[in-house]
């Protein structure tokens, strides 16, 4: 199993600023300064081996979209956010324009995680297949009313690939594109929904846009069994923990903190952190990631979790 | 959990024990509750953390409520003397921007009440 991310930013997509690029490129030249880079092949190791993460790449701006691949024909995809249209040229450019079919769970219809459909090319092309799964009773009209005008200029009905909503309720088990894929109810403004994705014995628990209330103990019970000993549990750390239980309580989200605990108390073998605050530059992000490992570190009991932060082009092979 | 407290003048000073963890939030929480109720005419609450090795996020949104309610009462709450890890959580949940932390008991009455500090001082 292969998890690919196209899309990691919480809330809104955001770009890089010039400023930022210019005190990336500052740094990377004078971490280089007299180190003969004077080939391509020089400069790419340098870049690669010696610069800081938050240096020589970025987590990247895109809203939501993680890509579940089981080496299956078909596309298995967790929300629609922005990166869905970085994914969607990049199957038309490796696989041509059709016969392609895509799955796609959906956390809940927040405008983050629906905003790359309507730029999703295979959508608008005959022959192609798209299955929205969701758990809300607003799935299909979420996703025709963001296309209409005066939202959007091309509307739903010019969509020419074969689009369907699947309605699924939480808490059952389901077998979907190979997958066995069971959706939990989060809070959230308007609920939100996570999933556990399973297949040929590798878990991937998708959890975003979720604000644990750690106060409830059968709440915190639950969300471990739905978590439990996952290898991958992809979870919502925008907030630090002092916001999402104080200004930022009722928000809907929740923290790298969270994350650490709910994933040593499941056994979970790795967290990745997800859906990152969009004020937050590539070196925030950075220290986020280092404290979370230190965290996790400090407060190991006998189960290690392995800690990552998401970016836009991460591949995770389980 | 049992919660040794100390008064100096004014202010109560509030010792937990041990891990402030799922398992013991609620006790911390109740055995909280008294000293805030009592903390309406305004007299600070410190909460001594030395003995805490470990607080988890359940605990620190304790502190927290504990916070909010003493501010809406008008009392200062502050924490002090956090060991090395506990520290550690503090900062990464950022509880050390949302809450008053003092290194040590004496800076934390030296901050809240200079009467509180005096009465340290003569003990």
Same mark, same amino acid.
């Given at each position: 199993m292969l998890v690919r991310f196209w899309g990691t930013r919480g809330s809104i997509p955001v770009a890089m600023t010039s400023a930022e690029v210019k005190r990336k490129l500052v740094t990377a030249l004078v971490a280089a300064a007299g180190r003969g880079l004077d080939t391509p092949g020089k400069a790419r190791a340098f870049v690669e081996q010696e610069l800081d993460f938050s240096v020589s790449h970025t987590f990247g701006g895109n809203s939501s979209c993680v890509q579940i691949e089981t080496g299956g024909p078909d596309y298995v995809l967790c929300d629609l956010g922005s990166g869905a249209r970085v994914f969607g040229n990049n199957v038309l450019a490796t696989g041509g324009p059709s016969g392609h079919r895509f799955h796609v769970f959906m956390s809940h219809l927040h405008w983050d995680h629906i905003m790359g459909f309507p730029f999703f090319m295979p959508a608008y092309l005959p022959g192609n297949h798209v299955r929205i799964y969701g758990c809300h009773d607003t799935l299909e009209e979420a996703f025709r009313r963001q296309n209409a005008a005066p939202s959007f200029p091309v509307d739903f009905s010019r969509m020419n690939a074969q689009i369907e909503f699947i309605r699924l309720e939480p808490e059952r088990d389901y077998d979907l594109a190979g997958l066995r894929v069971r959706a939990k109810r989060q809070h959230h403004g308007g609920d939100s929904y996570g999933y556990r994705l399973e297949y040929d014995g590798k878990v991937v628990v998708y959890s975003t846009d979720s604000e644990h209330k750690q106060d409830d103990p059968e709440e915190v019970k639950a969300f471990v069994e739905f978590f439990?000993?996952? +290898?991958l549990v992809i979870f +919502?750390?925008?907030?630090s923990l002092a916001d999402a239980v104080s200004v930022k309580e009722d928000w809907g989200h929740s923290s790298n903190v969270v994350g650490v605990e709910m994933c040593q108390l499941a056994r979970a073998q790795r967290l990745c952190l997800y859906h990152?605050?969009?004020?937050? +530059?590539d070196e925030r992000i950075a220290t986020l990631l280092a404290e979370t490992r230190r965290l996790e570190e400090i407060t190991r009991g006998d189960h290690r979790v392995e800690v990552q932060a998401a970016y836009d082009g991460l591949e995770i092979t389980l | 959990m049992e919660l040794v407290s100390k008064r100096f003048a004014d202010t109560a000073v509030l010792f937990p024990q041990g891990r402030i963890d799922h398992a013991t939030a609620e006790q911390f929480k109740a055995a909280l509750a008294p000293y805030l109720a009592t903390a309406a005419g305004r007299d600070p609450v410190v909460i001594?953390?030395?003995?805490?090795e470990y607080i988890s996020s359940v605990g620190l949104r304790v502190l927290m409520l504990a916070s909010k309610q003493a501010k809406a009462q008008g009392c200062a709450l502050a924490v002090c003397g956090l060991q090395a890890v506990v520290r550690e959580i503090f900062e990464i949940s950022r509880f050390n921007l949302v809450l008053q932390v003092f290194p040590s008991l004496r800076e934390a009455l030296a901050a809240l009440s200079t009467e509180a500090l005096a009465a340290f001082g003569a003990a």
């Open positions: 439990r000993e996952a +290898d +919502d750390a925008q907030y990152h605050e969009p004020i937050f +530059d | 001594d953390m030395t003995g805490v």
